[in-house]
């Protein structure tokens, strides 16, 4: 017990991966998916004032016709994607959170829009020249180790038609600067983000 709650206080290693997925948990993943629809705040999706701003800039500029086909890498539970299936753009949806695409495939079917949704890890998908436009939103890319960046942005690269476009977001240097490295412990006994009836660590660069 000892040992493992030494374990617990090591950092990892920068974008080391770990044995399990958390947003996989079964406790967990509610909790991500209130924060990706909470409208008001940017917690793990943007907010949705900044969404709908996103969704025009997109549909004005980045898309041809009306038929262009657009794909989201990392689309959780489909506030972009349904905004553009609402305009008539053919929109796929692929991410990683079985909760996630569950419910945005519920909210699909309840509103009549065709939007193709893939429970898929967007390092392994192989498509070739099958989309006018790709969206990578709210920073994945800096969420990947080197090697993993480049195997995403080839599997776009593959899955775009020839003058494809992609979109993608990323942080700048300015977005640090606050920052400063962090941690606290905390015990919940209901309603903790993390695991249920265990102590909870934070740290934060």
């Not at 030494?6 to 950092?11: T, V």
């Not at 044995?19 to 008001?40: G, N, V, Y």
């Not at 800039?57 to 994607?81: E, M, Q, R």
């Not at 519920?106 to 099958?130: H, M």
Request: net charge negative; proline share 4%; aromatic share 12%.
């Amino acid at each position: 017990m000892t040992q493992k709650l030494i374990r617990g206080l090591q950092l990892p290693t920068p974008f080391e991966k770990s044995e399990k997925m958390f947003w996989q948990d079964p406790h967990i993943a509610p909790f991500l998916l209130e924060a990706h629809l909470e409208p008001s705040h940017d917690g793990a999706s943007r907010s949705f004032a900044f969404i709908d701003e996103s969704v025009e800039f997109i549909t004005g500029k980045l898309v041809n016709n009306d038929s262009a086909k657009i794909i989201d890498y990392g689309s959780g539970p489909g506030l972009y994607c349904e905004r553009l299936a609402k305009k008539g753009l053919r929109v796929t949806g692929v991410d990683f959170s079985l909760n996630s695409i569950n419910y945005a495939r519920g909210q699909a079917e309840n509103q009549q829009l065709p939007i193709e949704y893939r429970f898929e890890n967007y390092l392994e998908t192989d498509e070739v020249d099958r989309y006018d436009v790709a969206l990578l939103i709210y920073c994945d890319l800096g969420a990947l180790s080197q090697p993993d960046r480049q195997t995403l942005l080839t599997n776009i690269r593959k899955s775009l038609k020839p003058g494809g476009r992609l979109l993608l977001d990323v942080f700048t240097e300015h977005q640090y600067h606050a920052f400063a490295e962090t941690r606290t412990w905390r015990t919940h006994e209901n309603g903790a983000f993390g695991r249920q009836n265990r102590m909870w660590s934070s740290y934060k660069m």
